[in-house]
């Protein structure tokens, strides 16, 4: 040990001015000397080092070692042939008078390594008075308080004398690399800490305040709760005092979770049993010594002169006044008697560290005991290996012992010096509805596990239910956690909205494209798939016009068949004719297909006549409005007919025009082969609920318009032809009802444009641009069919009598009247 020689001479200093002996001991004589420290008096105020008389935490702690004491010195299997000895010191609960009163523990050290005796002169040659030498002190009991605990602990190391603590329980005391020689019969507060914290955790609290009384008890306490909290559990601030609850009108606010300094003792909740209603408190697990109670009464005045202390405490005890020779006593207070007797004039609860303090004297006797059988075996009492006892060896022989303490449960250290973890768990509960009248109530235990009868537990307000003591609430379902910054007990609720999902507690994620959120947003489900159907009410308008124009297209065409070789009929141009109602026909059956079921074949028939019966009809269309302008216009100049006007001529040119439609479509249907898709963008609504999938073939809208657009081109180059050929007599009775059909035509298809794209956000585009296209389809297909051939039908069916052979203009006749002269009849019949 190196820090000795250093600390030699200011001890031996100490020693030399009497400071040790100042306050007086209690000395038991014996072979061995177990030292002693207890708080028989609390610290004093100021300029005085002792206050008033602590009863229970001093009297009762120092009777119960000399209780241990007497019982070990009666042991004839403990110890024999050894009587142990002691010497019990006041600490007055401060630390720095604490280390002044335990240097007299290293006396016999400090003289037997300094040897000044030897060196001691008196004037004259007179010889020195020669004295009693001091108890050499082989282990120490005590000290109560932690920091008083740490102090003297720090010197004894220095003269390695073990010592065993029956109270101090400040997490720092397990450090053995400065403390080697600390050990203790409680559980340090690491222990206690950890009961709390798991008792917090049970009730399902993780927003807690701290409160640490003053002092490295307090405050180590405190702080080791916080380092084991700090998974799951956050302080939220530090109070001072139980009353400032009151103060700050909070009573019922705060739920108090107590360390044992609380305990199940009275004091802390006096005057304040409104706060602590409701309390759980941790005591080390310890039972009453029936053995301590029954000496403890019987000690009177006369039968226990060896505590120089307990005259002090009988005048405290019994509120009276001892008396001596030569004083007098104040005639406000009564004389003892010395007939009172504890128990019976006073009352008495035994304290709750009486327990700790006989097992701590009883652990150095087994040290002691198997140190001697070790060292002296065979021998009877103290053998020269045992004298003196060497401290290092008798702090392994501590650190080995296990026995049944005077409590039936087994008292052992660790590798720290610490005794394990043993917890009685209490609550202060109101009796009969009165927190005045209110006790304490064992609810659990704690030994390295918890277990907690939550039953048992009452609360103000509905007994049953525990408090919450939360910083956030829980997050509800589809609800993520976002974090306060510094606080991981804190947190917001953010909604997992929209198509988000939670994927756990502090993340949201988008669903897959073909999936929506559950509705609470806890997972995902297949979006719906839907598709225009034959029972939609979508589908009902462009059915019902297909169905009538099928009809009626094929009325026409069975009219005309049945009277093929009738004037109206080959006037009508009846080749050609055919062709323009098969490309009607094909317009209306468009729909079924629009309708249908999209699937590959469904696909490809829809690319292929889409396009193919109006590129059909306005293929026929153009030809016919072609040939009537050119044959007016070739009447302008000449009497030879142009070229290409024949029915033959005109099917060549017909079949033509269409085949770049087929060919086009068939070229697309090569590149890129037809099939079924379901677009879930189309209907991804706000609302997740309405989202849907759409079944649909794989046609963008450019491609669908571009599937007619070649159509539209047919239909433009028509209706400018048809325009040019509006002068052309009523001879040519056709061209004005082809005019007037492309006319309309074309403003249904300027409508048909911006409702087909200005619907293109909608949720329900499927629906109305499918409607919206066979109708436009269905109506110019009606267009064509009612101006061109239903009249004929009409005269063909119900005016016979009009449908014969007209005489014949020739061209010639023709040309004159396209431009006829002022007055000249037009129908003026002309003859080959």
């Given at each position: 040990m190196a820090g000795v020689p250093a600390l030699l001479p200011l001890l031996l200093a100490l020693a030399q001015a009497g400071v040790v002996g100042a306050a007086g001991s209690v000395r038991l004589a014996g072979g061995l000397t177990l030292g002693g420290l207890f708080p028989v008096h609390a610290r004093g105020a100021a300029g005085r080092a002792c206050g008033q008389l602590k009863k229970e935490q001093g009297v009762h702690r120092l009777e119960a070692m000399l209780y241990a004491l007497d019982r070990v010195n009666a042991d004839p299997e403990l110890l024999p042939g050894v009587r142990l000895g002691a010497r019990l010191l006041d600490t007055c609960s401060r630390d720095t008078y604490a280390l002044e009163q335990a240097l007299s523990f290293v006396q016999a050290l400090i003289r037997g390594r300094d040897g000044e005796e030897a060196a001691v002169r008196c004037p004259g040659g007179v010889p020195p008075l020669?004295?009693?030498?001091?108890?050499?002190?082989v282990a120490v009991v005590g000290a109560s308080a932690s920091s008083v605990s740490i102090m003297?602990?720090?010197?004894?190391r220095l003269f390695a004398i073990p010592q065993i603590s029956y109270a101090s329980t400040a997490p720092e005391l397990s450090d053995s690399t400065r403390y080697d020689f600390f050990s203790r019969v409680v559980p340090p507060d690491s222990y206690q800490a950890q009961a709390m914290v798991d008792i917090v955790r049970a009730l399902g609290w993780n927003y807690v305040s701290t409160l640490a009384s003053e002092g490295n008890y307090g405050e180590s306490g405190v702080e080791a709760f916080v380092q084991i909290s700090r998974e799951g559990v956050c302080i939220a601030q530090l109070m001072e005092t139980p009353n400032a609850a009151r103060q700050a009108n909070l009573t019922g606010h705060f739920l108090w979770v107590g360390s044992d300094s609380w305990g199940a003792k009275i004091s802390p909740v006096l005057n304040l049993e409104d706060v602590a209603v409701g309390a759980i408190t941790i005591l080390p697990k310890r039972a009453s010594i029936d053995g301590f109670d029954q000496y403890f009464m019987t000690r009177s005045l006369e039968n226990n002169r060896r505590n120089i202390w307990f005259a002090e405490f009988w005048e405290e005890n019994f509120n009276c006044k001892l008396t001596s020779s030569g004083t007098q006593s104040d005639d406000s207070t009564r004389k003892c008697t010395g007939e009172e007797r504890i128990g019976r004039d006073s009352a008495y609860e035994q304290e709750g560290k009486v327990q700790f303090v006989i097992d701590a004297v009883y652990a150095i006797a087994h040290a002691l005991h198997s140190m001697q059988q070790a060292l002296c075996p065979?021998?009877?009492?103290?053998?020269?290996?045992?004298?003196p006892t060497d401290g290092r060896t008798l702090l392994q022989y501590i650190r080995a012992v296990r026995f049944n303490g005077s409590a039936g449960t087994p008292v052992m250290f660790n590798e720290n010096g610490d005794a394990p973890g043993r917890y009685d768990i209490f609550q202060y509960q109101a009796t009969n509805g009165s927190a005045g009248s209110g006790s304490?109530?064992?609810?659990?235990?704690?030994?390295?596990?918890?277990?907690?009868?939550?039953?048992?537990?009452?609360?103000?307000?509905?007994p049953r239910e525990v408090p919450e003591s939360l910083c956030s609430l829980p997050c509800g379902p589809g609800e993520r956690k976002k974090m306060v910054k510094g606080v991981p007990c804190c947190w917001h609720c953010e909604a997992c909205d929209g198509y988000r999902f939670q994927v756990d507690e502090f993340t949201c994620e988008a669903c897959p494209g073909h999936m929506r959120p559950t509705r609470n947003h806890t997972g995902c489900r297949p979006t719906p798939v839907v598709r225009l159907s034959w029972s939609s009410p979508w589908a009902a308008p462009p059915l019902l016009l297909a169905v009538l124009g099928i009809m009626a297209t094929t009325t026409v065409v069975a009219t005309f068949v049945r009277h093929n070789n009738t004037p109206i009929v080959r006037a009508s141009g009846r080749e050609l004719s055919y062709v323009l109602l098969t490309g009607i026909f094909l317009i209306y059956a468009i729909t079924f297909l629009m309708v249908a079921e999209p699937g590959a074949a469904v696909c490809a028939t829809r690319r292929l006549f889409l396009g193919l019966g109006t590129s059909l009809s306005y293929s026929a269309l153009l030809t016919k409005t072609n040939r009537i302008y050119r044959i007016f216009e070739q009447g302008k100049r000449s009497v030879t007919p142009p070229p290409f006007i024949s029915p033959t001529s005109q099917l060549v040119i017909t079949f033509s025009l269409t085949s770049v439609q087929v060919v086009g479509v068939l070229a697309w249907l090569g590149a890129q082969p037809p099939h079924s898709v379901i677009d879930y963008e189309e209907q991804r609504t706000v609302d997740p609920e309405q989202a849907r999938g759409v079944l649909k073939c794989d046609m963008s809208d450019l491609s669908l318009i571009g599937c007619l657009g070649y159509s539209l081109l047919l239909m433009v180059t028509c209706t400018v032809y048809a325009i040019k050929a509006r002068g052309v007599?009523?001879?040519f009775n056709e061209a004005k009802p082809i005019g007037f059909t492309m006319y309309t035509t074309c403003i249904i298809w300027l409508a048909f444009v911006p409702i087909f794209f200005g619907t293109a956000q909608s949720a329900e585009k499927i629906y109305i641009q499918t409607t919206t296209l066979t109708v436009s389809l269905s109506l110019s297909a009606s267009v064509s069919l009612g101006m061109l051939y239903v009249p004929k039908t009409y005269v063909i069916l119900f005016h016979p009598e009009q449908n014969v052979q007209k005489r014949k203009r020739s061209l010639k006749t023709t040309s004159t009247v396209a431009a006829p002269p002022k007055g000249e009849d037009s129908e003026a019949p002309s003859s080959k």
């Open positions: 020669r004295t009693a030498p001091p108890e050499r002190v003297v602990a720090n010197v004894l065979g021998h009877t009492g103290l053998c020269p290996a045992m004298e304490y109530q064992a609810v659990g235990q704690w030994a390295e596990t918890l277990r907690l009868d939550v039953e048992a537990l009452q609360w103000s307000g509905d007599p009523e001879t």
